[in-house]
């Protein structure tokens, strides 16, 4: 079993739509949560980052970590044609500049 | 300001030979970690350096061995290459506890 578990989709949405992706962990020494937005070709780049549980919002887009459930979503308002992307997850047991544990990523793709 | 940079964009090489990839960090940025990602799949931790010294090693073979250099740059060596090689080489930095990492674009290395 993987440590980290990830739909890796495609998820296929109209614009506007509301996006919830998901990944579940086992391990219960991970403190640190990451989302990364992961063009074709291109690097990971950092959406959120939040410690521990709770909620984190930016902009569009809301982080939420429950460690009871061992689960982790992030949520995408008002969904745009430039959001499509992979969406990984990643989770780090240490400080946060530490091993990162990625999920395999969810395709997504926001169609006019 | 400059994002992390990584040389080469794109390589090919033969079975059994050897390769090496270089990075720089974000300016201050002081870790700087190597990730391996396959087609289809989230990064696979392969190294960790903060301040020149390794801080973490990822389920790779001996084949693969890294540094960073006084100025925090790094270099990723694999050794005896095979097919299974081929994939997409991250190098990411951070500033350190308390912060996410910042991915560069990668190297693209295709083994043949």
């Known amino acids: 079993q993987k440590e980290v578990e990830q739909d890796p989709g495609p998820l296929s949405v109209p614009e506007g739509a509301i996006v919830s992706l998901n990944c579940t962990y086992s391990?219960?020494?991970?403190?640190?949560f990451m989302w990364y937005r992961q063009y074709s070709r291109k690097g990971p780049e950092l959406l959120m980052y939040t410690y521990s549980s709770g909620n984190k919002e930016d902009g569009r887009f809301t982080a939420q970590v429950d460690k009871s459930s061992k689960y982790i979503s992030l949520f995408i308002r008002d969904s745009q044609p430039s959001d499509s992307a992979t969406y990984l997850c990643a989770m780090s047991a240490g400080e946060a500049a530490s091993k990162l544990t990625f999920g395999t990523g969810t395709r997504l793709q926001v169609t006019l | 300001d400059a994002g992390v940079t990584q040389s080469p964009t794109h390589l090919i090489k033969t079975r059994g030979q050897h390769v090496t990839l270089r990075c720089s960090p974000i300016?201050?940025?002081?870790?700087v970690s190597w990730y391996q990602q396959v087609l289809g799949q989230g990064p696979q931790f392969i190294f960790q350096?903060?301040?020149?010294?390794?801080?973490g090693r990822g389920n790779f073979p001996d084949r693969f061995s890294a540094r960073q250099f006084p100025n925090y740059s790094s270099e990723l060596n694999v050794n005896a290459l095979l097919l299974g090689d081929s994939a997409l080489y991250l190098c990411a930095s951070s500033p350190g506890q308390g912060y996410g990492y910042t991915f560069g674009s990668g190297t693209r290395l295709t083994v043949v």
């Open positions: 300016s201050g940025h002081k870790s």
């Open positions: 350096y903060y301040e020149k010294e390794e801080r």
């Open positions: 391990n219960s020494a991970f403190q640190y």
